[in-house]
């Protein structure tokens, strides 16, 4: 995989992950966002989204359930959100996710 820093201040953005002949354009912690395409479109991808989407509301599964959350904290390996849906039967505060996915994870 390549990371992808911002230029000015060295932020990680994203990734791109080569897959068959394209790149793939990733989240912080891994997370598609979109089709493979080329190196140049992905990079341009990862730089026009990549920290954007991580501002929006996501949804989590658990138990058979979707929840609401906010993002507190994304890297690599976990993402640290907050439920934010009246509906989640827990008190807590934050829950850390590791490695989620389309299948678990999805932007709202």
Known sequence: ????????????????????????????FGYPLGEPRSEEDAFE???????????RRWEFLEDGEWYRCEILEANAEEVRVRPADYRYPHNVYAL???RPGPATFRPE
């Open 1 to 28: 995989m390549r990371e992808i820093r911002r230029e000015d201040d060295g932020a990680l953005l994203g990734f791109l992950r080569p897959v068959d002949g394209g790149w793939e354009p990733l989240t912080v």
């Open 45 to 55: 991808e990862v730089h026009r989204s990549g920290l954007e989407l991580l501002m």
């Open 96 to 98: 850390t996710l590791e």
